[in-house]
């Protein structure tokens, strides 16, 4: 399984970006899905998730600003929209998934990463 995000860029704050990543490969199952982003200097951290039945949670300091969705006709895509964008939220940003990945008449779980993308914010 390979994820590929896409969307990241320069916006001013106060701005708009939304966020886009897709999974493919030849045959797999997902279930949950997640943003990350990590800062210079700073750790990986956990912005948003969506379970595979679609419930959502998010880091305090982006609710009200983020929303995470998951597109129904495409069901290995999800989507970040991020508004109100602020100069902290600059970061590159990952996406995440529980895959299994089908192998040998089995699925094997894993912890599927996307390549991340570049979000800047300016003041």
């Known amino acids: 399984v390979q994820l590929q995000a896409s969307g990241g860029g320069l916006v001013q704050a106060g701005g708009s970006l939304r966020l886009s990543c897709a999974a493919s490969?030849?045959?797999?199952?997902?279930?949950?899905m997640r943003w990350y982003r990590q800062a210079p200097g700073s750790q990986r951290e956990l912005v948003a998730s969506i379970a595979g039945g679609g419930s959502t949670n998010y880091k305090d300091s982006v609710k009200g600003r983020f929303t995470i969705s998951r597109d129904n006709t495409k069901k290995n895509t999800i989507d970040l929209q991020m508004t109100n964008l602020k100069p902290e939220d600059t970061a590159v940003y990952y996406c995440?998934?529980?895959?299994?990945?089908?192998?040998?008449?089995?699925?094997?779980?894993?912890?599927?990463w996307g390549q991340g993308t570049q979000v800047t914010v300016s003041s």
């Open positions: 490969g030849s045959r797999f199952e997902i279930s949950a």
């Open positions: 995440n998934a529980d895959c299994r990945d089908y192998s040998g008449g089995r699925y094997y779980p894993k912890d599927c």
